[in-house]
């Protein structure tokens, strides 16, 4: 039997190879994260929800502690490394614990066109709030996951892109899902441009 996982459900959804920066103030998360500390091991991020857990998380590696503060608070920044299954929790320690199931991506990529294309839209998505694309080092079998899990998207979304075993899939779902988007965004620009540019909202 592996080792039991400690759980953080979390109001988000966390990609294998994106960081995610957190505060730790609950007694119940600065023990669990000082264990992972001291061991150098892993926690998983699982989405919270209102009849519990999600199936499908990631683990988390702890890669920096940005503060420390005298009542024990902390600021890190992790990374998500692997998927995994819950497939039993346990409620024994304070932080929810769990015997997971860690799972791989079924060989399937996606096409050159497909990622050039996804490129495109995330770029474009991008540019519309004004930021820059940086993809630099981001491996090209998890390239979906780096381009969901830079923009705030739909929960839902996010989960149901964790749980897919393809690049290919997840490439086409993200493609699909920019498409959708980027309209709304290019006319909400559009409004804004013109509210700011005449005085008038029309």
Request: proline fraction near 5%; include cysteine.
């Amino acid at each position: 039997m592996s080792p039991l996982l400690p759980l953080f459900p979390l109001e988000t959804v966390l990609f294998p190879g994106v960081p995610l920066p957190l505060h730790i103030f609950e007694p119940r998360y600065k023990e669990m994260i000082g264990e992972c500390l001291a061991r150098k091991s892993l926690f998983g991020v699982v989405r919270a929800q209102d009849e519990g857990v999600t199936e499908i998380g990631c683990t988390a590696e702890i890669i920096a502690v940005t503060k420390k503060y005298e009542d024990g608070r902390l600021e890190i920044v992790t990374e998500g490394r692997e998927r995994f299954e819950v497939l039993e929790v346990n409620r024994q320690r304070a932080f929810l614990q769990a015997d997971v199931l860690f799972f791989a991506d079924e060989p399937e990529k996606a096409t050159a066109e497909e990622v050039a294309h996804a490129v495109r839209l995330h770029g474009e998505i991008l540019s519309l709030a004004g930021a820059e694309q940086d993809l630099s080092q981001q491996e090209e079998s998890r390239l979906s996951f780096q381009l969901a899990g830079s923009l705030p998207l739909d929960l839902d979304f996010k989960q149901n892109l964790l749980t897919m075993r393809s690049e290919a899939k997840r490439m086409r779902a993200v493609i699909a899902y920019f498409e959708a988007i980027l309209p709304k965004l290019r006319h909400s620009l559009h409004i804004r441009q013109k509210a700011g540019g005449n005085g008038h909202s029309r």
